[in-house]
């Protein structure tokens, strides 16, 4: 044939004088390993066919050879693989329609193998009368134990567009908010004429067009004149006037890609993929979150595919695509194209492309009745009209080679069929409004009868649709209605608008119908004829799925997964739905239009990212002492934001043999902890100790100043929510601390019952979190390594009691000290301003080293907090704990006449026997350490599935006791104390006896030396 | 992302800017002890669930850290007013009632 | 297109966070020596102190380090009349400052108000990027950020790449 023949020599398939291509500067580029050259201004798909190729990739399903279908970013077909330079930078499923040409480009074709050309996976194709819609759904149902071991792992294997990247991605991305008066979405016809109205009456105007120039349909299809010059000249000034107004920022290979709440309008900018080398640090792509007061859509319309026996062959290609290969890109498509359409539009590119040197040996319009004027202009060209007729089949596979056309007859039956032999066949349905972006708004469609379309009806925002999106067709109609949106935009922002006049000479009115699937000369079964190109569905599957029962739209989209692929039915979803609503036998507005969502085209992750990748991907917070555990081999665990210090493993040691060390240092001599993430907020006022009263489960009224308290929170339903060691620093000042995961849900919460529900009393909140630096002292050395530098405070045992507090200086830090101890040691908390943080703990490392001290993270915390049965928030507790259930009434104010959650903990609920309680586990097995997490059963019991009686919350190899310990919350767990219960696991199963929590130094001696 | 207009710092300001606080109106109960079980039970959990105008309480929680009152169509997402905590908003319709009409969507 | 901003780090100061209902203001602004600012976002100032309203009983009042104590003292004094809260948040929070002619859209990468509105001379407490911040327009083309000190790397961190993402001119 002689197309795949010249394939390979160069842009013999280039017009002359034709395009807005640079034919100044060359660009080489591979695709498939093939090099091929094309011009600065190319997309991957104008070079390509300028050299003559047109099978770009394969298809989804049946794996049938694929061509560009289009020119823009609508495409479903011409999918390809990407590979700018370095590692990292792949990227599938890019549109080659839309991917700039530059130097050294590598693309890849997809869903081939092992090459293009032969593809063993196109044996689907033959076998297409199994791949009906459904046919996953209904095949692979049985047997019900293959699904997960034999259907899925080769569905998935075979299923997906393209190859997923597997190296992390090496480029960076960028993002900004901006707010405008007026932002206006596509710069075409209709944007440009409404921006040019604005800018001139100085209105803040962004203008953001997905191309990489503004002009839209004038770089297509180019009227004779505008305002007396002809298009290129006319778009050079209107860039130069706009660029020169202060008030208007137009931005190109920018896509409005959703719109949401107030206006609010989602810009994904392509920065660099268009750079053969992109400046130093320069973010590959920018979302810009636009906030604009007053919004015109002026996205234009995209043409529909017509569906026939065929319509997917390379080769076959939307009329107006073929116009913009030949006006934009100066490609011309084929040397015998035929046209088939449904629309005057396609008569317009059809006289283009002849005008090009493109023969055009037939234009065929299903319609009896076509506009004199184009059939004599038609006549003037040579060109051979067959209106009324219809297309049947296409033949050739890897490129079409001639297609079969018939008169249509008056029963919808095609006779007298002819093969016309050709290299192309444009086709049009006629054009959808697109309104993807005005359905992201919720606002409604309404079904324009007479034309068939959707067009814009009830708006939710701010907004006008201005030009092709509103169903006009000339683009002097589409100048005035950008004119007209402007005029409205501009009235609603209280501005004046001169009114502005462009003058389009050459227009091209015209108007179209809109068809179902072709008629044919068949019974349709056999006939493969394209609805969605990109999954593959065919007429054939949208009638099936009506005849087993879907009705609705959002039905028979999913059943056939008809719109449902990247290009979320750009092409598909008014022929689908015509379709359906001709078998269904109900007008088409009835059978309804399934919902567009953002985004309107496919957006690479790292857009919607951001800067929030590698370090940036979340905040980090770090203590002021973090430092130090990084300089000193520490190793970190994330805690809510925080990062924190686990363990601190000398030469040799793993966790264990750390976490042992640890533990055992700080029982015998001492360890020193930074506890600053622990949440801190001041209380203070007159009424600070009535508000502590109403919020924690404690009384307050009577702790003296200087003393502290431990306090519990509950919710009001009565469940624990928080618990941390309070001081009284003053009559009027409490220093409260939460748990580190705690500390702005407490803030919260305290603010809303004080906002809300007490604002009568005089308290006031400040968080002091990060105020403070805090360093905890524990075990019995502990005074001895902090008193040398207490200046302002007598700390020993007689005048410093356990749960005291003071003011004072450390080491000459203004300080705020407490006698605490999470621990059950001799313990001390030190507070000093953040900053001053590190330098205390240094000063107490090297004071330590006098007494056997250690530093010690998070894991020896936990183990030591656990040996002493504290508890912690959100570990041991999960929300549905009582204090009852967790052992701890004896922190409830008796007396206490209400606090936050008191009522709640006489609900019938919460009194029943079989609440789970929380309470200790020591495993049979000693050296057994329980999972947490794991669930508990009654022992021996080896029922499937066996009753669930509780679960382990915390567990532990205990270095103190030279065993295992475990917590756990367990059915009527108090009660079970003595007995024995069966733990689960993988491999085996564990008995363990129930026990108190407390494992260590039950009567407290060791925190009162 | 919905604007939000803070009746205390009198600006309308990005949604991020604030937290939602649960259904308005709903007062604690002056003496919790007394009240029966089913009081309690609707006091703790019972809520409108309204398709249409709902009273809600929001948060300035990055802004002026103040709780305030709000009027929100659940359909459309959008706010229809906000007062300051104590008060009402009005829907233009009824004074401080839910407007619980069903909106086609 | 040259760059020609800077972010910087401020040194340390002092801070307090200062509460009190509406009746006492008059009392605090005599003890402090200034005029409490009367509406949100507004700042008052003496020589060497500023308040800056950040809510309707709330405002940040900012001094030279070694004169916290002496505010501290002035302060409580009207305590038994004037009943407030008075916290010391010098060490809670760290200061970046923006400053250039290109502060305002180096702060837009993050900070989701528009920024357009906030006149010089006014702070407010918002948001950048997932941080809460106080925010203070110190002069047209001058910010400062005033962020909880845990925080204040991821901040920096976002101001460091969006510098070079503008230096980089695309």
């Not at chain 1, 593809?119 to 689907?124: E, F, P, Q, R």
């Not at chain 1, 130090?628 to 081999?633: D, K, M, V």
């Not at chain 1, 905890?776 to 009691?801: H, M, Q, T, Y």
Request: glycine share 8%; aromatic share 8%.
């Amino acid at each position: 044939m002689a197309t795949q023949k010249v394939k390979r020599t160069m842009n013999n398939w280039r017009v002359d004088g034709k395009g807005r291509i640079n034919r100044d500067k060359h660009v080489r580029f591979t695709f498939d390993g093939v090099s091929y050259q094309g011009y600065e201004g190319d997309t991957v798909a104008s070079a390509l066919i300028a050299n003559g190729v047109h099978l770009m990739g394969r298809s989804f399903k049946y794996h049938r050879p694929r061509g560009p279908v289009t020119a823009g970013s609508e495409e479903p077909n011409a999918l390809i693989g990407t590979f700018r330079s370095g590692a990292g930078r792949f990227e599938p499923n890019t549109r080659a329609t839309v991917q700039e040409l530059y130097e050294g480009l590598t693309t890849v074709s997809q869903n081939k193998w092992p090459t293009l050309n032969f593809d063993i996976g196109a044996v689907n194709d033959k076998l297409h009368k199994l791949f009906a819609a459904g046919f996953y759904y209904k095949t692979f149902m049985w047997p019900k134990s293959f699904w997960d071991r034999v259907y899925e792992p080769l569905i998935r294997a075979s299923a997906g567009l393209g190859i997923s990247p597997t190296e992390p991605d090496a480029d960076t991305y960028a993002a900004r908010y901006l707010h405008t008066e007026l932002l206006i979405v596509g710069a075409g016809p209709a944007g440009l004429a409404a921006a040019l109205t604005a800018a001139r009456n100085g209105t803040d105007v962004v203008l953001v067009d997905e191309n990489r120039e503004i002009g839209g349909s004038l770089l297509s299809e180019a009227p004779t004149a505008i305002d007396g010059k002809n298009v290129g000249n006319w778009l050079i000034d209107v860039i130069g006037e706009l660029e020169a107004s202060r008030n208007v920022r137009v931005m190109t290979r920018a896509t409005a890609i959703g719109y949401y709440h107030e206006n609010m309008v989602g810009v994904a900018e392509k920065l660099t993929d268009h750079m053969a080398s992109p400046p130093a640090n320069a973010p590959r792509e920018r979302m810009w979150r636009i906030r604009a007061q007053e919004v015109i859509l002026a996205q234009g319309a995209l043409e529909r595919p017509l569906v026939f026996d065929g319509n997917d062959r390379p080769g076959v290609m939307m009329a107006g695509a073929a116009q913009t290969y030949l006006n934009r890109y100066g490609v011309k498509v084929g040397n015998a194209a035929v046209v088939v359409t449904s629309h005057d539009s396609a008569w317009h590119a059809a006289f283009d492309l002849a005008d090009a040197g493109v023969r055009i040996p037939a234009i065929v319009d299903v319609r009896t009745n076509v506009n004199g004027y184009l059939q004599s202009e038609a006549q003037k060209r040579g060109i051979t009209a067959k209106v009324g007729h219809s297309v049947t089949s296409v033949s050739g596979t890897k490129r079409v080679s001639a297609v079969k056309i018939g008169r249509i007859s008056d029963d919808q039956y095609v006779t007298d069929i002819t093969s016309i032999p050709c290299d192309a066949v444009l086709m049009s349905g006629g054009w959808t409004p697109s309104l993807h972006l005005f359905s992201h708004t919720k606002g409604s469609l309404q079904w324009d009868e007479e034309n068939e379309v959707f067009l814009p009806g009830e708006k939710t925002e701010r907004c006008h649709i201005a030009g092709g999106g509103r169903g006009l067709w000339s683009q002097q109609a589409v100048f005035d209605d950008g004119v007209h949106a402007a005029q409205q935009a501009l009235s609603s922002l209280g501005h004046n608008a001169q009114p502005l006049s462009v003058d389009v000479e050459g227009d091209r009115a015209g108007s179209g119908i809109v068809m179902e699937e072709l008629p044919g000369n068949d019974d349709k079964l056999s006939r493969r004829a394209f609805v969605d190109f990109q999954n593959d569905v065919t007429a054939k599957d949208i009638r099936l799925a009506v005849r087993e029962g879907m009705l609705s739209i959002e039905h028979i989209k999913r059943f056939t997964t008809n719109g449902m692929a990247t290009d979320q039915g750009k092409l598909s979803n008014m022929n689908g739905l015509k379709i359906a609503s001709g078998e269904l036998g109900r007008p088409t507005p009835e059978v309804g239009l399934t919902t567009f969502r953002p985004p309107y085209t496919p957006t690479t992750f790292g857009t919607f990212a951001g800067y929030h990748k590698d370090e940036l991907f979340e905040v980090t917070r770090k203590t002021s002492i973090d430092s130090w555990a990084e300089e000193n081999g520490a190793v970190f665990e994330p805690v809510a934001l925080w990062r924190r210090a686990r363990y601190y493993p000398k030469a040799g040691e793993d966790m264990h043999a750390a976490v042992a060390r640890e533990c055992r240092e700080t029982r015998t001599f001492v360890g020193m902890f930074d506890a600053s993430t622990l949440g801190k907020i001041e209380v203070v006022g007159p009424d600070a100790a009535q508000f502590m009263n109403r919020m924690y489960t404690n009384p307050w009224t009577r702790l003296a100043p200087g003393r502290c308290r431990y306090g519990l929170l509950l919710g009001e339903d009565g469940f624990i929510r928080d618990d941390g060691v309070i001081g009284r620093l003053s009559e009027d000042r409490f220093h409260v601390t939460t748990t580190t995961g705690g500390a702005a849900r407490v803030l919260t919460m305290m603010e809303h019952f004080l906002q809300t529900e007490w604002p009568d009393l005089d308290v006031w909140l400040t968080s002091t979190t990060e105020q403070w630096s805090t360093i905890a002292l524990n075990g019995p050395n502990a005074r001895k390594v902090l008193e040398p530098f207490v200046k302002g405070a007598d700390i020993s045992a007689e005048s410093f009691p356990h749960m005291a507090l003071r003011e004072c200086t450390v080491a000459g830090f203004e300080a705020r000290l407490f006698r605490v101890s999470f621990t059950g040691e001799l313990g001390f908390e030190v507070n000093v301003p953040s900053q001053r943080g590190r330098a205390l703990w240094e000063v107490l490392y090297q004071e330590g080293k006098k007494y056997s001290m250690c530093v010690y993270g998070t894991e020896t915390m936990h183990v030591l907090r656990a040996e002493k049965g504290y508890i912690i928030v959100g570990q041991d507790t999960d929300g549905t704990v009582t204090p009852a259930d967790a052992g701890l009434t004896w922190a409830i104010g008796k007396k206490k006449p209400d606090f936050v959650g008191k009522r709640s903990l006489t609900r019938p609920d919460m009194l029943l026997p079989d609440r789970k309680q929380l309470v200790g586990l020591l495993t049979e097995d000693p050296d057994v350490v329980l999972e947490e997490g794991a669930q508990i059963v009654e022992a021996g019991d080896t029922a499937v599935p066996a009753r669930m009686l509780g679960h382990v919350t915390s567990s532990y190899r205990s270095e103190t006791l030279g065993r295992s310990i475990a917590m756990a919350l367990i059915e009527c767990g108090f009660e079970r104390v003595g007995t024995s219960l069966d733990i689960p696991m993988p491999g085996q199963t564990h008995r363990a006896t129930v026990s108190r929590t407390v494992f260590y130094d039950p009567d407290g001696d060791r925190i009162k030396m | 992302m919905l604007l939000i207009h803070c009746p205390y710092c009198k600006e309308t300001l990005p949604e991020l800017e604030f937290e939602y606080a649960g259904q308005a109106h709903i007062a604690r109960p002056e003496n919790p002890a007394e009240q029966t079980d089913a009081e309690w039970r609707d006091y703790l959990f019972i809520r409108s669930n309204v398709r249409g105008d709902h009273a809600e309480q929001w948060r300035h929680s990055h802004g002026c850290g103040r709780y305030f009152n709000a009027l929100r169509n659940t359909v459309s997402d959008k706010f229809i007013a906000t007062c300051e905590i104590g008060q009402a908003c009005s829907n233009g319709h009824a004074e401080g009632e839910e407007n619980n009409e069903q909106l086609e969507s | 297109m040259a760059f020609n901003s800077t972010v910087e780090n401020l040194p340390e100061m002092g801070r307090f966070s200062l509460r009190c209902k509406r009746e006492n203001t008059v009392a605090m602004s005599k003890a402090l020596g200034f005029e409490l600012p009367s509406s949100i976002s507004e700042i008052t100032r003496s020589r060497t102190r500023s308040a800056l309203r950040l809510g309707p009983d709330e405002w940040m009042l900012t001094c030279p380090m070694e004169e916290r104590s002496a505010l501290g003292k002035s302060l409580a004094a009207i305590y038994p009349d004037a009943v407030h809260s008075l916290t010391d948040i010098s060490s809670r929070e760290v200061s970046i400052r923006i400053s250039g002619p290109e502060a305002e859209e180096l702060l837009s990468t993050s900070c989701p108000r528009n920024l357009a509105e906030l006149a010089s001379g006014r702070g407010v407490r918002t948001i950048f990027d997932s941080v809460q911040v106080i925010l203070t327009r110190e002069k047209k083309d001058q910010f400062r950020l005033d962020v909880w000190r845990s925080f204040a790397p991821h901040v920096l961190g976002l101001l460091t790449v969006a510098v070079a993402e503008f230096e980089c001119g695309l």
